[in-house]
Nanobody, 114 residues
């Protein structure tokens, strides 16, 4: 299984970006998929995830600004990021896991700056 991320880039504060994570296998609907981020000199942290049943969890820092919809037919999960802040600047990683398997994407840089 491969996870391929896209959609990162440079955006001004208050702007929006949508990250995509496409899986090579039909796993998005049956795994827990999540987005993590890692800023320079900081630990990787969970941003959001969506479970196979559709329930979601968001970090307090992004609650109300980010959502993580998925398209089962395209085997793709998204991270819609609105009202972006400079502190959202980080490398964002897609993750898909079940109790015995754990897959990661290559990461995509998001920079929020004026």
């Amino acid at each position: 299984v491969q996870l391929v991320e896209s959609g990162g880039g440079l955006v001004q504060p208050g702007g929006s970006l949508r990250l995509s994570c496409a899986a090579s296998g039909s796993i998005i609907s049956i795994y827990t998929t999540g987005w993590y981020r890692q800023a320079p000199e900081k630990q990787r942290e969970l941003v959001a995830n969506i479970r196979s049943g559709g329930s979601t969890t968001y970090a307090d820092s992004v609650e109300g600004r980010f959502t993580t919809p998925r398209d089962n037919a395209k085997d793709t999960v998204y991270l819609q990021m609105d009202s972006l802040k400079p502190e959202d600047t980080a490398v964002y990683y897609c993750n898909a896991r079940n109790p015995i398997q754990d897959y990661w994407g290559q990461g995509t840089q998001v920079t929020v700056s004026s």
